[in-house]
């Protein structure tokens, strides 16, 4: 069986994480997940605390294993979602869209283990700093919100920056995504794509569809003129929107288009006006699946990789 140093640092039977998709990685995900032995995590995304506090609670009514909470630092109920994850005891804090410096103090007293997504170097030193548990080193193949560089690049030099275990997320869909990671100087993985296809994620059925279907060059990058590009479908919204972000709209409007747009794609399958967001490996995800199962699948598959390695020196 595949194990590395996180395993033991955080109680979990193997080195994956579930990534915090806001609007879709709710209580029930999160908790399938880490009964499968890997991490779930709850998104915050942009939701109230009460919210974020009754996803912690059907999560731990599912499952006794530890869950994770992710938390977008940009959304205006960051302090009180903070305070929460102390409050809930939950046992691992991802973060991510900021810099977690102000809660971190708070965190580490409550016990809590909180691994950032990192994008760069100089964010990864900044949190090794501040005493992370661990960095999740995301790279811009991934669906969402991503950065400038690649996973294969991004990976080693955070490795190379910190003493802390890195996770390497962005394009990992099955063994061979686990293996080239480990191979880098990562000891984890994070996905989020993957799951996307899983029993329990509770998107509507057309963005699932949209998945299942997705070929090599399904994805595209909006919101860079903005500052924070994001990574979706090509549908019809995202098309609009490149439109309007490259003929001239204001920021302010452009703004604006998208507001919402992700929760019309998750609740609604709205393709006209809902953002579908995906990484590039969204045609690597070719059937639904319990969460466990994908879980299981991925590291079944990685270890015999693994033990081959070897064949390639003499």
């Not at 990864?124 to 690049?153: D, F, Q, W, Y």
């Not at 799951?195 to 994805?219: G, M, N, Q």
Request: hydrophobic fraction near 45%.
């Amino acid at each position: 069986m595949v194990k590395s140093e996180l395993c033991e640092l955080l109680g979990i039977r193997y080195p994956v994480f579930q990534g915090g998709m806001a609007w879709i990685a709710d209580g029930k995900l999160a908790a399938a997940v880490s009964e499968g032995g890997g991490l779930g995590i709850i998104a915050a995304g942009n939701a109230p605390a009460d919210y974020v506090r009754s996803q912690i609670r059907i999560a731990r009514e599912l499952t006794d294993k530890p869950i994770g909470l992710n938390i977008m630092l940009m959304s205006p109920f960051a302090d009180q979602v903070a305070q929460t994850a102390v409050e809930e005891r939950v046992e691992v804090v991802t973060t991510g869209a900021g810099n977690p410096s102000k809660y971190m103090a708070a965190w580490r007293e409550a016990g809590i283990k909180v691994i950032p997504v990192v994008a760069s170097v100089a964010m990864a030193k900044l949190v090794t700093r501040l005493g992370a548990s661990a960095v999740i080193a995301e790279g811009g193949e991934s669906g969402g919100h991503v950065g400038e560089l690649t996973t294969m690049v991004l990976v080693p030099q955070i490795c190379d920056a910190t003493h802390l275990p890195v996770l390497a997320a962005g394009g990992i869909a099955d063994g061979r995504g686990v293996v080239a990671a480990f191979m880098l100087g990562a000891c984890g993985v994070q996905m989020g794509t993957r799951f996307l296809s899983a029993e329990e994620c509770t998107i509507h059925p057309v963005y699932k569809e949209k998945i299942l279907k997705a070929t090599d060059l399904c994805t595209m990058v909006t919101g860079k003129r903005l500052g924070h590009p994001v990574r979706s479908l090509r549908t019809p919204f995202a098309r609009n929107y490149w439109k309007a972000e490259y003929g001239g709209m204001p920021d302010e409007e452009l703004e604006a288009l998208g507001g919402g747009a992700l929760r019309l794609a998750v609740q609604e399958g709205d393709e006209e006006r809902g953002c579908f967001l995906a990484g590039q490996i969204a045609a690597m995800v070719k059937k639904t699946q319990p969460a466990a199962e994908i879980v299981a699948q991925v590291m079944a598959e990685a270890e015999p990789i693994l033990k081959g390695a070897a064949a390639w020196v003499e």
